[in-house]
C-alpha cells in the first residue's frame, strides 16, 4: 500500500460553481503536500500558497510554497540518490518507466480532471494532454534502452576509440502551466531513462498535475530521491529557479516559459557553465496561398489557433492569407468560429474554450486587441472580455493586421486570430521571418514546388505543411 500522508479531501460543488468534481475531491491522486525523496512533505517554516480553478477564481485548496533552503534540500537529496540510480541497468529503469506509463493511462481520466481544475483547458482536451504525457512516458521507456555508445577510427595503431553515454547528474526542470502534466514527462522521462535523477519545479498555477504523477511514480517503483517536486509561489519562483541555475550540484536546466524568463536563467546557468535546454516563446506564422484548400486551412487554423484558447508556444499567431482568397478564407473563418466556439468552464459538456489562465492574461489579451483596434484593424467578431466575466475572452478575429501593432509583435496568448493580407510569396516570407522568435510556422499550399521553397526558407524551428499541430507546447 502506497502512503496517504499529504492527501487533501476537498468539497465538490455543482456544475457551473464546481471548485473540482466529486471525482477529483475525493481522489487520492489530490495532494496538499509537496514531494522530495519519496515523501510527502511541507515547506521547512511551513508556508502555503493557494491554488485557484480559473474558470472561477474558487480556491481548489493549497500547497508548500518552498523557498532557497527547501529548493537546496531538494537537489541535496536527488544528488545523493543520483549516485545509487546511475548504476541501475537500462532494462531496470524502463521497466518502471513503462508501469508508470500504465499507472497514467488507467487514471487518465482523473488526470485529466484535476488538470481541468487548475489549469481551466475544456475536460476532452485536459484528458487528452494526460494521453500525450503518457506518450512521453512510453516513448523513453522504449528509447532508453537504445542509448548506444560508438567505435571510431584511431589515427594510431596502437589505440582504439571509444565513446559512451552516461548521465550526466541532476537535472533541474521548470514546467509551464498551459501543459503542466505534457511538459513534466518530456522533460523527466528522458533524464530518469538515462540515469538522472530531477527536481522539478511545476508553474505556480498547476501544481496538482506533478504531483499526482509523482504519487503513480511512486506506485510504479520508481526509487525515493529520483523525482522530486518543489512547489511554489510566484513570489518564491525567482529564489528557487536560481538555486536550481546556480547550484554546483545541478548539472542540467529544461526550462519551457517566456523568453525573458529563459533570457534570466541562461545568465544564472552560466555561472556553473551548465548545460541548457530552452524552449521559449513564439510568433508562429500560419500562411495560407492562394493555391491552398481553403476549407482545410480554416480547419487548421481552428486546432493551432484555439487549443488551450490560443495558450500554447505553437499558435498561429500571425495568421497571413494571400489576397485573392482573403476574403472567402475569412468568411469561412467567421462562420466556423461562431459555430464551434464555445465559451465557459471546462467541465461543462460541448465547451471548447475555457478561461484564460489568470486576471493578467486577460488585461494583456485586450490591450493588444485595442492597440489593434486603435490603429486600424476590423473586429469582425469579438473583441472583448467575455460576458461570462472573469478570465474569459471572447474568441475574436480581426483583419487589417500590420506590422506595427502589438498583435504582430508579440506572442498572444489568447483566442485572437489577427489576419494579414498579402500579394506575393517573398513578400509573406520576409513578414513572416521578421520576428525574434522561431519556435514554430506553418502554411497551406497545393503547389509542390512552392511547398519546397517556403518550408526551406521559414526561419522557424518547426514547419507544418498544410498541417495544423505541432507536437509541441
Known sequence: MFSRTGVRNISAGTTGGVVVPTEVASSRLLFDKTYVNGEWVSAKNGAIFEVTNPANNKVIGSVPDMNAEDTENAVQVAYKTFYTWRETTAKERCNILRKWFNLIIENQHVLGMILTAENGKPLAEGIGEVGYAASFVEWFSEEGRRVYGDILQSPAKSKKLMTFKQPVGVAGLITPWNFPSAMLTRKACPAIAAGCTVVVKPAEDTPYSALALCQLAEEAGLPKGVLNVVTC??????????????????????????????????????????????????????IVFDSADVDQAVTGTMVSKFRCSGQTCVCANRIFVQESVHDAYVKRLTEVMESQLKVGNGFDEGITQGPLINAKAVEKVHAMVTDARNLGATVVMGGNPHALGGTFYEPTLLTGINKDMKVSQEEIFGPVAAIYKFKTEEEVISVANSSKSGLAGYFYSRDIAQIWRVAEKLEVGMVGVNEDGMVSP
Open 233 to 286: 509561489s510566484r513570489q518564491n519562483a525567482a529564489e528557487v529557479g536560481r538555486v536550481l541555475c546556480e547550484s554546483p550540484f545541478v548539472a542540467k536546466i529544461s526550462f519551457t516559459g517566456s523568453t525573458t524568463t529563459g533570457k534570466l536563467l541562461l545568465r544564472q546557468a552560466a555561472s556553473t557553465v551548465k548545460r541548457v535546454s530552452m524552449e521559449l516563446g513564439g510568433n508562429a506564422p500560419f
